[in-house]
């Protein structure tokens, strides 16, 4: 449909993470919230449901933004060790392989007697990183890079265009077994995995004196191939997240993004600053998220109404057309991401019309937009925008 | 998504055969129905549609049963032979090819004088298979099994690793005409090409001084090849029928079947008896179809109101996820299968949040559920389940 893009108004898509939920004594936390922000601008929009991946199935935060981005999910996998790399903040390109590396502990005969090295602190995984990223920086030409995660956490990134994720994964997932090793599992990854055998090696020899004396790897994968936001949609785009993944994930599709913001109220002022030099903003809200994960019922409510007092400001910013919907639904009373489709909250004057009063489920279920697919999106916020020709003559 | 399933709680699916309807006097069946328990279960859960053919077509029991059984019903096709043999009770096997035969009248110079041989009693058409089974057993290592069904209707079941079923069908669709002989349509298909025309010429022998003094053959069929419900969707699953169909449509995905059930009663009282034993539980529900195919408001009222008895049992049971449909609609004043989305109602403690307070068409419109693909259920129950791990991270 690329060819029928043009020029057009500017597009907010303002993500409530895991803002979908479920009831308790009667009202999910959306209903519970005192939100008359969201709830005035509900009358003024159209509602529907968003499903970020097929029915039944629950998405991670990377399958989840790729939908919500325009890019079918089932056909983009982000693998875990670009989620890793991105969660930590570190920007992966084109040809970067990223790595899930975990601090270890062998014996003299290289049996593993601790997969996690007793869980060391991030502080100490800082500094076995810096003691390694001090040495080791290039590889047979092959660039090196080390990122300390939490705990024995971190992520290894290889830079160069003959590297290949085709590598045997080496950690064997239980105690009292030696690591594998990283064999080429075809042809073209024979270069790769010579190089990862030279720096394990080096590795075992910087860490031989400490307690965490090795390492293990998984999760190898590059970045998705795919178009770019910009070259699918003609969006320039921006991405306002104060997290690392959500950062990483916009980066991933192409947006720019600001690095240094660290809280939702300086996405807003970025938001107030920048959105004019942008076709689309992509803003970020994380805590509804946090809050159905750790299963609080009343601090999910709490951050919603905190979402909802910054509705004017971002009103204020004119966009012509705005979307509020949730990458995924994390109710409280699974403590988890779920299935269940998140509330759409649709405004622009050419949205259509329901009777929907307030952005919970239940009125969700009378919206006009019904319930469209996650990656469907995208497509609706460029049609409200003016931003297609029509199809066919 | 097969990589996503892991163990989790048990699944009832109860299946009310053809239960969406029509309006008489502006209400449906299920609306003028007395049903205090399925209104009462209607309130604690969520609704919606269930579709099991894409819109606007009209499903047979097989792709009806194969979509609310979680497979895409364009995609496994079950043919003519294959449901005859179903529906009359034959067990089926991997390597069968099943036939739907017509005993038919011919005369001297082979010219088909009747296609139904005057459309013979049921008791006559046993008589004839009883007496072609006692004469042929097999042919060149092919087992061949007959089983009479209605008036002229019988099948045959050829088992043997090397039958095929691209064969010319040898019924010509009309009187005046020899029957066709069952050519090969395939180069695989020459050897049960000669088994059949061996057969043939068997039966006329034995058929000599009959009437009914020969078959015509169509519908060749082999059963469909697809993974098992278990390997699909790692269930235990058991199928509580009392029609040969149903039974027999259980036994084609893999379930556990109970061979003797004779009525729905019978069938609560395994499902009482057997619960616990599985993972997922299918009952189904025989004489609402019927009522609706004969055109019975009244009865199909009655039908209704019978199934809504068996609630509270079925409750007892506790599983924790419970989805009653449909496997289509069969509308009184349409007096067969329809096209129209059949009801379904939800019940688990994660199904979601609607104001639905009966189970019927106009309240299913106000359904949180809205409208799903009927091989989409599946994974929606799974997920209530807790059956289902995130998907990607």
């Given at each position: 449909m690329k060819e029928l893009l043009k020029e057009g108004e500017r597009i907010l898509l303002f993500v409530i993470d895991g803002v979908g939920g479920l009831p308790k004594n009667g009202k999910t936390e959306l209903e519970a919230a005192n939100t008359p922000n969201l709830d005035k601008l509900a009358e003024k929009s159209v509602l529907g449901f968003l499903e970020p991946?097929?029915?039944g199935i629950t998405p991670g935060s990377g399958p989840a933004h790729l939908s919500i981005f325009g890019y079918d999910p089932l056909k983009y996998n982000i693998g875990r060790g670009i989620l890793e790399a991105l969660g930590i903040g570190v920007k992966i390109e084109k040809n970067d392989l990223a790595i899930r590396g975990n601090f270890c502990q062998i014996d003299k005969n290289d049996i593993i007697i601790d997969r996690r090295a007793g869980r060391i602190e991030t502080d100490e995984c800082k500094r076995l990183v810096k003691k390694i990223s001090d040495k080791i920086k290039e590889i047979e030409g092959v660039k090196i890079s080390f990122y300390p995660g939490k705990e024995h956490r971190f992520v290894i990134v290889l830079s160069g265009e003959n590297v290949s994720d085709k590598i045997k994964e080496t950690?064997?997932?239980?105690?009292?077994l030696k690591p594998y090793e990283?064999?080429?599992?075809?042809?073209?990854a024979e270069f790769t995995s010579r190089v990862l055998n030279k720096m394990l090696n080096e590795i075992k020899n910087i860490l031989k004196?400490?307690?965490?004396n090795f390492i293990l790897m998984r999760g190898y994968s590059k970045p998705p191939e795919m178009e770019s936001f910009y070259e699918k949609f003609g969006l320039r785009a921006l991405g306002i997240a104060y997290y690392p993944m959500y950062k990483g994930l916009a980066k991933l599709v192409g947006m720019d993004v600001i690095e240094n913001v660290k809280s939702f109220e300086e996405g807003i002022q970025i938001l107030k600053d920048k959105h004019k030099d942008y076709d689309f903003v992509y803003l970020h809200f994380k805590e509804t998220d946090k809050a159905g994960e750790d299963g609080d019922f009343e601090k999910k409510v709490k951050e919603i109404e905190r979402v909802d007092k910054y509705i004017p400001e971002i009103l204020k910013c004119d966009f012509k057309v705005i979307a509020i919907t949730g990458d995924h639904s994390t109710p409280w009373k699974l403590k988890s991401h779920s299935w269940h489709p998140v509330p759409l909250l649709l405004y622009s004057e050419y949205a259509g019309i329901d009777?929907?009063?307030?952005?919970?489920e239940k009125e969700a279920i009378k919206g006009y937009l019904g319930k469209i697919k996650g990656h469907e999106l995208i497509w609706i916020l460029l049609a409200n925008a003016k931003r297609l020709l029509k199809y066919g003559a």
């Open positions: 991946l097929p029915p950690d064997p997932q239980k105690e009292g990283p064999e080429p599992l075809s042809k073209e004196d400490e307690k965490a009777e929907t009063k307030r952005f919970t």
